[in-house]
T-cell receptor
Framework: AQTVTQSQPEMSVQEAETVTLSCTYD???????LFWYKQPPSRQMILVIRQEAYKQQNATENRFSVNFQKAAKSFSLKISDSQLGDAAMYFCAYNENNDMRFGAGTRLTVKP | DTGVSQNPRHKITKRGQNVTFRCDPISEHNRLYWYRQTLGQGPEFLTY????????KSRLLSDRFSAERPKGSFSTLEIQRTEQGDSAMYLCASSLPRYGYTFGSGTRLTVV
């Protein structure tokens, strides 16, 4: 069974600084997809970034980038130039072919 | 098409009553998923459909839960004889295979 582990229940970052959220996963497959989702308070889940396991190049979306280490089964999210609007729960997720499995989440606080 | 729509947004019911939630996915998406999310946790997979076929069900989906997607478009999730432990946010998402999910805003169920 695939499991996703987020070891940081809470993280805090100063506005305009950089923060990295950690995620590890367990799988025996070689072809899969990894995602980071953002869930602001009382709002719906939003896809932040997506990584295909067969691609060695790390995905980047504006201020969001990932560090994908396939051998280590690690998939961290880096948020650069943090903004107040980045405050939210962040969920790492694994998808092979069918349903997506989520980690327990990291609550990110952005300090002005 | 403005995204995934879920109704109702909130539902308060007495223990033992039956409730039904509806999800309208993005029309081009052939996959539809139901998740349950409790406070401070990541979404937990319940079931998913490809078109009208229900392809996978979690062990979390007891026999009091049933989901349908009769014409491969909208889906309903019914909970019979609700229990207090059923109180949670019920999330629906849709996708094309191997793409990130688009989530609805969820239905928050409170069983009193």
């Amino acid at each position: 069974a695939q499991t996703v582990t987020q070891s940081q229940p809470e993280m805090s970052v100063q506005e305009a600084e950089t923060v990295t959220l950690s995620c590890t996963y367990d799988t025996s497959e070689s072809d899969y997809y990894l995602f980071w989702y953002k869930q602001p308070p009382s709002r719906q889940m939003i896809l932040v970034i997506r990584q295909e396991a067969y691609k060695q190049q790390n995905a980047t979306e504006n201020r969001f980038s990932v560090n994908f280490q396939k051998a280590a089964k690690s998939f961290s999210l880096k948020i650069s130039d943090s903004q107040l609007g980045d405050a939210a729960m962040y969920f790492c997720a694994y998808n092979e072919n069918n349903d997506m499995r989520f980690g327990a989440g990291t609550r990110l606080t952005v300090k002005p | 098409d403005t995204g995934v729509s879920q109704n109702p947004r909130h539902k308060i019911t007495k223990r033992g009553q039956n409730v039904t939630f509806r999800c309208d996915p993005i029309s081009e998406h052939n996959r539809l998923y139901w998740y349950r999310q409790t406070l401070g946790q990541g979404p937990e997979f319940l079931t998913y459909f490809q078109n009208e076929a229900q392809l996978e069900k979690s062990r979390l989906l007891s026999d009091r839960f049933s989901a349908e997607r009769p014409k491969g478009s909208f889906s309903t999730l019914e909970i019979q004889r609700t229990e207090q432990g059923d109180s949670a946010m019920y999330l629906c998402a849709s996708s094309l295979p191997r793409y990130g999910y688009t989530f609805g805003s969820g239905t928050r169920l409170t069983v009193v």
